[in-house]
């Protein structure tokens, strides 16, 4: 048992103290980066910062991805034996590619990044020299090294599990927690692999595919609001709180602001999804960063204005009393439509029909209609929650 203990901490050792100054090393997040702001960018610099964008894409972040894909067969991640065999120099050897990578990409985004840009109003025409993308993507990179730097502590957790496990072997507790830190530790890796393959796939695609992406992450975040709404719905079917006139009113507008959540999930996913047959359209190539970024964060701005139209009807029907009165209800409704109406104009004035192979003139294939009609549930939607509302 003693000399088990000594070869299991031997061979851990130093693929331990490398995790420990690799957490150290990444411990910050990158920081922003101050870009110079003029009118105009010279083809030369253009040039520069579409090569550096094409390095994280062709190089850097694969590199990342292989080296993760390395690191899952020397820790033996992959293979279903209950006592997983991991080869620590080979290990060792990777992270140090690894860190050395995360360090050369932190660089490469930062140098374009920091590249003088246009004014975000000025910059329609830049293409990926854009502000909006190079934010975009520093952001993302800042996630994908804080990623890895949470891998890494899943990966010190799973060797320490794995020298227990080692040490006594016969002990079953230690063999569970080894295959849930293994289990752990791989979701991580897979994880951090993704977010490297989106965030080469946003060095090249257009501003309006990043828009979608972004859009379509925000889907789930509505979730939360409507489990509060059914709550609300069932404490009156289940008699949780005493039924009065308020509370019924209260179930009602739940009812209402349910159908307006599951409209604005509609459009989202619509948008998200434009490269399908239904309603095949883009967005005009030529927008700003200030338009885009705007575009970015309106779903958001709807998760949280539905966030606190629910918590008031929630407040309201535990309380017995309508918090804030009508006019706070009132006011979320229109600060609701005003982001809804606002986002509209923006996509019909920029939508540009895609190429259709079946009758543009069905209703189901024309987004303007399609938006159109949207609009009109949408306001029969407001129409009737606002009639309930000024009922009492």
Not at 246 to 261: C, D, K, P, Q, Y
Not at 307 to 323: E, Q, W
């Amino acid at each position: 048992m003693a000399e088990l203990e000594s070869s299991s901490s031997l061979q851990a050792a130093p693929i331990l103290e490398a995790l420990r100054d690799l957490i150290l090393r990444h411990n910050q997040s990158m920081p922003e980066s101050a870009s110079v702001k003029k009118e105009h960018l010279t083809q030369d610099e253009r040039n520069y910062k579409n090569e550096l964008l094409d390095e994280l894409h062709l190089s850097l972040l694969p590199a990342i991805q292989d080296q993760l894909s390395s690191l899952s067969t020397s820790l033996s991640l992959l293979q279903r034996a209950s006592n997983p065999n991991p080869n620590f120099g080979l290990t060792c050897q990777i992270l140090s590619e690894l860190d050395e990578t995360m360090y050369e990409t932190i660089y490469c985004i930062e140098s374009a990044a920091i590249a003088t840009v246009p004014d975000d109003t000025q910059d329609h025409h830049m293409g990926r020299c854009k502000d909006f993308r190079c934010t975009h993507l520093v952001l993302s990179i800042s996630d994908l090294i804080d990623s890895l730097r949470s891998m890494f502590g899943y990966c010190t957790s799973f060797i320490e599990s794995w020298q227990r496990s080692t040490q006594y072997p016969d002990i079953p507790m230690y063999r569970t927690a080894t295959c849930r830190a293994r289990g752990d530790l791989l979701k991580n890796i897979n994880l951090c692999t993704r977010l490297a393959g989106n965030i080469s796939r946003w060095t090249q695609v257009s501003d309006f595919e990043v828009l979608q992406d972004e859009w379509k992450e925000k889907l789930e975040s509505f979730d939360s609001s409507l489990v509060d709404l059914v709550e609300l719905t069932q404490s009156q079917i289940s008699r949780q709180y005493n039924p009065t006139p308020l509370r019924e009113h209260m179930v009602e507008l739940a009812r209402w602001t349910t159908l307006l959540i599951k409209l604005a999930r509609m459009l989202l996913t619509n948008i998200s999804n434009t490269r399908s047959k239904n309603l095949p359209f883009t967005l005009d190539a030529e927008m700003n960063s200030e338009t885009l970024s705007l575009l970015k964060e309106r779903p958001d701005t709807m998760v949280y204005l539905f966030g606190c139209l629910v918590i008031t009807l929630s407040d309201s029907c535990a309380r017995d009393t309508l918090m804030g009165g009508q006019a706070a209800i009132r006011d979320q409704i229109q600060k609701l439509t005003f982001t809804f109406e606002s986002t509209l104009v923006v996509l019909a004035a920029h939508n540009i029909a895609l190429p259709l192979e079946i009758d543009p003139s069905t209703l189901e294939n024309d987004f303007e209609t399609w938006l159109s009609e949207w609009q009109k549930s949408w306001h029969t939607g407001i129409r009737h929650f606002l009639g309930v509302l000024d009922s009492f």
